[in-house]
């Protein structure tokens, strides 16, 4: 760093130390826990100080000192994200959102509410408990609302509720140079110029903070059930999963565990499920259309070998069930203790899906590494779990070319190279693989035309 | 126009005509028809010219032709806007995408489309009649799908599948420079980098001029019944909807037509509807769950003092009562011979609904015009038809007095200005009230980062 940039950065510091006191540290252990996710991304660098905010107001002070000394702003919520895109690779400000948690609004009669940014799902989920209404989009982690609009993230719901994109109905947002704006109303639909909400949905921090989110609620269905059916053979589980979708069968979640992510679930969950391929499944209705569903699906699993298609009937079966499934991460890292996880994310159209799967398991046996297999596959969307230990550069290298060879096949098939953890600083390459370099332009010419002096989450999505 | 601008005009229509032939032309009838959509809004100026284009690369070619000689450019579908977006405010080029009608690929298998931007909602409707799939968007008017993507139109199914935002999966694009872009894949669902696909939705050619569309396509329900039910008090119909919506009953369609509007349509459908406020209704799923849906609404409907639940039970019947409600625009045109439609557009959240129709009824009452009620209110949007002469200046001020009060009052029940007509010329300032002049900022920078020379369709969304 240069003496004018170190001078700059203090004195962004101490301006930031004089609004929020003791809630601005640079204490290391904190600049450490701020400056890396969950994922096997390595930082070269940590952020210079963390402050920890408790409002819109006191967010855009910051931002506003930020962009005064030109020193990078990267917001922080659960640290859950998967490509690195909480990390200050150029070093600044993480600003910690976990202090703004309030739940602003419910309203039962419009189904939204407007919450905080550090609100989690599950505590989003909790508080609604006795409302009868909830929530649907579930990352595996424990994220925070904010984290969820900034990467667009989606769940094992969104083959019925939607993403992130879909039930958000507006964002409060501090800009690059301290404005505070609001992106919508509280209508269902709008044509009200550009979709700024879905400009900033999925825009992973790179064009203003998150302050407010206002978003769909449902009510919890009348009538409910899951299933779970196994099969020796993955690619006849997913073309179970492909009938499903083309004959149109209305399912709220239909979810992949590959036999080694069913191995890991026992071990680390103390379940005991045959260590098949297997899905789960959920359906919403009404008790009867729920029966009926399940009964269409249940004669596709038998025509395609599957086997044991049992019904988890009451609540706290089916809960076991999908807590089970939403450990799948930490799961998977158990299999192999001390590594760290590589978890990649394509999404193919359903068509595609079967093949794309079949041909990814058979690189996965080809190889001296293991990854487990789970995926959203409703949706046409996978993730392996790759198991490595980063500091042996040939297990990067091996991890690097079965992710690339997985990313090249997805768009092969007219798919995408992330269908919700988002590009961050693993993707960029396959952004541009995806897109080209005229998209890839475009983006980045509205974040200059967004956030001119680039302070905003810089060096992720796009190169530069 | 200075001489140096008719200079560069003329060097342009040359250049492009050495391309496109006879399919330029700059006959005043035909600048006159492309000057002016089916709103009142009247043209202080036609284009200078229009170009019939085929396909992508001729639409690149004449971008960039008029990107030289900073030429306005005006993407030309259905003519069917009703905010005066297709109105060559500064002059310049027209261009007609009609001749672009190829539906390229109908993918049964993954429940999609890729069409030109010239194909219409029922050409598509037409090419997909014995496919078993459907696309539900549904515009009042004959629209042409590039018309839909740049208006984000919704209609009558959006209450269950969503609006144009909801259904594009991508976009091929030609940008302000003449580059072709192309948004996104054909995966259900993409965390890759900025939502591309959706900042074009709804941004009314100001961006770049649309010229593939993929689109998301359903399989057709098992089970599909309408009903209609009437109502005295408009309120008391209202309150139906907004029981509906809040049991979570799944409607498909739910509609609200005036006791005006069923006057206008028996007028101009020949049907004989008693004259009173109407729900028509749809419900898709099996025949089983479609039937127990309607019941649920039938003891509504009986609640709320409603009459005559009646079921058209087979399809002609059907396709009468949505015929009838597709014409309703010019239905009620046919009140007042002569006139012009100045058709209003506002969304709230359901629980406001009630309040927001009655207030507005009430201001009919109390004003020498005439306006029929439409809504998809299952959404909290609906419409007024003002049925004006706009060569009466004092009908101009007095429909510009309810329609202005319309928009205080959606504003004040924390809903937008328009849930699906768009800004073009006629809500610029309304969408200022809206969302603030900071919003605006951001989407003029964000215009201006992607056309720097303000050639795409200016003077739309935000004044300059």
Redesign the interface.
């Known amino acids: 760093m240069t003496s004018d940039a170190e001078n700059s950065l203090s004195k962004a510091i101490s301006e930031i130390k004089s609004i929020l006191q003791e809630r601005l540290t640079t204490a290391r252990p904190v600049l450490e826990q701020h400056g890396k996710d969950e994922s096997f991304h390595t930082p070269s660098r940590y952020p210079d100080a963390v402050a920890y905010v408790r409002s819109t107001e006191e967010v855009s002070q910051v931002v506003s000192i930020c962009s005064k000394y030109k020193i990078p702003v990267i917001p922080f919520g659960a640290g859950s994200s998967l490509e690195g895109h909480l990390m200050a690779v150029n070093g600044g400000i993480s600003v910690d959102l976990n202090e703004m948690k309030s739940i602003i609004s419910v309203?039962?009669?419009?189904?939204?509410t407007t919450v905080q940014p550090g609100v989690t799902r599950e505590e989003l989920s909790q508080h609604l408990r006795h409302s009868g209404l909830f929530f649907p989009v579930d990352p595996g982690a424990e994220a925070s609302l904010g984290g969820m609009v900034a990467?667009?993230a989606?769940g094992t719901n969104?083959v019925r509720y939607?993403?992130m994109?879909?039930n958000t109905l507006s964002l409060t947002v501090v800009?690059a140079n301290g404005?505070?704006?609001?992106?919508?109303?509280?209508?269902?639909?709008?044509?009200?110029?550009?979709?700024?909400t879905?400009?900033f949905?999925?825009?992973e921090g790179t064009l203003g903070i998150v302050t407010e989110i206002t978003l769909r609620l449902?009510?919890l269905?009348?009538g409910l059930s899951a299933a779970f059916c196994q099969f020796d053979q993955i690619g006849d589980a997913v073309n179970t999963v492909?009938e499903t979708m083309?004959?149109?069968i209305p399912v709220a979640r239909i979810e992949l565990l590959d036999d080694l992510q069913i191995k890991a679930i026992n071990g680390y969950s103390k379940t005991d499920f045959p260590e098949k391929n297997s899905l789960f499944l959920e359906f919403h209705?009404?008790p009867?259309?729920t029966k009926?569903n399940a009964c269409q699906v249940g004669e596709l699993v038998e025509h395609n070998n599957g086997s044991d298609f049992q019904w988890a009937s009451n609540e706290e079966e089916r809960n076991k069930l999908w807590a089970a499934r939403h450990s799948a991460g930490y799961a998977a890292k158990s299999l192999r203790p001390g590594c760290e996880m590589w978890p990649t994310?394509v999404?193919?159209?359903?068509?595609k899906l079967a093949d794309c799967i079949v041909e990814t398991k058979q690189d996965l046996k080809d190889s001296f590494l293991i990854a487990p297999i789970v995926g959203h596959v409703g949706?046409?969307?996978f993730h392996l779990v790759l198991l490595i230990n980063p500091e042996d550069p040939r297990e990067i290298e091996e991890a690097e070319r079965i992710n690339d060879r997985l990313i090249e096949r997805?768009?092969s098939m007219?798919?995408?190279?992330?269908?919700?953890?988002?590009?961050g600083l693993g993707?960029m390459s396959?952004?541009k693989k995806?897109?080209?370099a005229?998209?890839?332009e475009?983006?980045r010419?509205?974040?200059?035309?967004?956030d001119p002096d680039n302070i905003m989450n810089p060096g992720k999505?796009?190169y530069g």
């Open positions: 309203n039962d009669e419009d189904m939204d990467t667009k989606s969104a939607g993403t994109a879909e800009l404005k505070i704006i609001k992106t919508g109303t509280r209508s269902r639909k709008s044509a009200a110029g550009y979709d700024l879905r400009l949905v999925g825009s449902y009510g269905p009348e492909i083309q004959l149109g209705g009404t009867d259309s009926e994310d999404c193919v159209p359903i068509s949706d046409g969307n997805a768009l007219e798919g995408t190279c992330t269908g919700e953890h988002g590009i993707k396959a952004l995806e897109l080209g005229d998209c890839i475009l983006m010419s509205i974040k200059l035309a967004v999505i796009f």
